[in-house]
């Protein structure tokens, strides 16, 4: 048997074809309808948690499906393959919550709630971004002041955060990940520390669902406000001061999956191409004998296998919460993101005025591919960082 980078194991492959007949069954079905409503299905994402891929690369003690990063590229790449915004809010939960609280949290945090998060009880969301702060992260200005008796009082406001609101109500996230300054250091550098905000803690609030978004519109992303908003000294995650190492680290979790993403929006877009190329005729041929469509369907094919190989060859040495890979979850996401608007754009084109409908559903993904060469950081965020890094790393380019 050849060896195949995206299902190393045989494990890795049933999960693969667990994931896709899920899929089939369940998430098809209503992904155009949750797009056209800007509508998440909350009940679906909780229906996850049955299958163990809520808290996919979470501890198995506490309800975890103690998985690796394949395993999790595995499932982002077959839910987006069919609705990528479901596949966003799905890794808002599973990977920038749940795995962030499973390798950063303390016992008394992870036995607390890791079982609840990966049931589908709760819902999380992670809330780095601000609307005056995204790429320059120490330029966030949400603050956190400790009390006498240890607890602690949260000040501003966070923008675009996947999962912050879970309904058109306004109902907040049960549990978010916050990021907040808690000082300077001796060189003047801001310090950033992290708390467990929960649904109910006063001064906790939705400031708006963001709605009109060009893609992604089945996954809530909202503003969520933090006024006067009183957190208990246990819910610090780590030390105080001491984020920035576990920020980074799930960040190259985040920029795989993200790449991932970007990978089943390209197949499918693949998929649908190659199809109707087939299908169509014009001039009494199948649009598949021309060579200006065959330069669309070759071009999106050798691209789409080299995302495929960079990504899971990626996966397969990230070793979940070491940092020290950016290099990589960065080149990965540049890559993909790109090559995944490019293929979805490719597929419309081939597809001529059939491809620009709904029904179609490459209009859908030509949309929500645009999101990831912005979300989890934008290509012009991972061009610095690799470039930064070959510095230090030149050695990288000749292994
Ligand atoms: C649908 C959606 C969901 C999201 N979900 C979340 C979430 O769950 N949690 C969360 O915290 N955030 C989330 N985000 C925010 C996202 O991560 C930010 O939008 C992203 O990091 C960019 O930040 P910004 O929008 O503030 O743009 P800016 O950082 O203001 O960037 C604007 C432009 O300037 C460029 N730029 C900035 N700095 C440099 C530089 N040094 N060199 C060159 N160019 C530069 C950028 O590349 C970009 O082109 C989400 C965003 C969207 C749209």
Same mark, same amino acid.
């Given at each position: 048997m050849t060896h195949d980078l995206a299902n190393p194991t045989e494990a890795h492959a049933m999960l693969r074809e667990m994931v896709r007949a899920w899929v089939e069954e369940h998430l098809e079905p209503q992904a155009l309808e949750h797009d056209r409503a800007e509508r998440f299905n909350l009940d679906l994402m909780r229906s996850l948690g049955d299958l163990g891929?809520?808290?996919?690369?979470?501890?198995?003690?506490?309800? $975890?499906?103690? =998985?690796d990063a394949v395993a999790a590229c595995i499932v982002h790449e077959e839910l987006s393959a069919s609705d990528p915004g479901f596949a966003l809010a799905y890794l808002a939960h599973s990977m920038l919550f749940v795995n962030n609280l499973s390798v950063n949290g303390n016992e008394a945090q992870r036995e607390r709630i890791l079982p609840k998060v990966c049931s589908g009880e709760w819902i999380g969301a992670m809330a780095m971004s601000e609307p005056d702060a995204g790429t320059d992260?120490?330029? =966030? $200005?949400t603050t956190a002041v400790q009390n006498d008796d240890g607890s602690w009082v949260l000040n501003g406001r966070k923008m675009?955060?996947?999962?912050?609101?879970?309904?058109?109500?306004?109902?907040?996230? *049960? @549990?978010v990940w916050v990021y907040a300054r808690t000082g300077t250091d001796d060189r003047g550098r801001v310090q950033l520390s992290t708390f467990l905000v929960e649904a109910g803690?006063?001064?906790?609030? @939705?400031g708006q669902k963001i709605?009109?978004?060009?893609?992604?519109?089945?996954s809530n992303t909202a503003e969520l406000v933090f006024e006067d908003c009183l957190v208990p000294a246990?819910?610090? @995650?780590? *030390? @105080?001061?001491?984020?920035l190492v576990h920020m980074m680290g799930n960040l190259e979790l985040e920029r795989l999956t993200l790449a991932a993403m970007s990978l089943g929006i390209a197949r499918r877009a693949l998929v649908e191409m190659n199809r109707y190329a087939g299908e169509r005729e014009a001039f009494g041929r199948?649009?598949?004998?021309?060579g200006q469509i065959q330069r669309h369907v070759g071009e999106s094919w050798a691209k789409y296998r080299a995302m495929r190989a960079y990504i899971y060859d990626t996966a397969a040495s990230l070793a979940i919460g *070491?940092?020290?890979?950016r290099l990589d979850s960065d080149g990965v996401k540049l890559f993909a993101s790109t090559a995944a608007k490019e293929i979805a754009d490719a597929a419309m084109q081939v597809m001529g005025g059939y491809g620009?409908?709904?029904?179609?559903v490459v209009e859908r993904l030509w949309r929500d591919a645009k999101l990831l060469e912005i979300g989890g950081g934008t290509v012009e965020s991972h061009q610095k960082n690799i470039t930064r890094d070959l510095i230090a790393m030149a050695d990288a380019i000749r292994r």
């Open positions: 891929l809520l808290g996919i690369t979470a501890d198995e003690d506490h309800g $975890g499906a103690g =998985l992260v120490l330029g =966030l $200005g675009w955060i996947t999962n912050g609101t879970l309904d058109e109500d306004g109902t907040p996230a *049960d @549990v803690m006063p001064g906790y609030s @939705v709605m009109d978004k060009t893609g992604m519109r089945a246990e819910n610090l @995650v780590g *030390d @105080v001061c001491g984020s199948p649009i598949r004998d021309f *070491d940092a020290g890979q620009y409908v709904g029904e179609y």
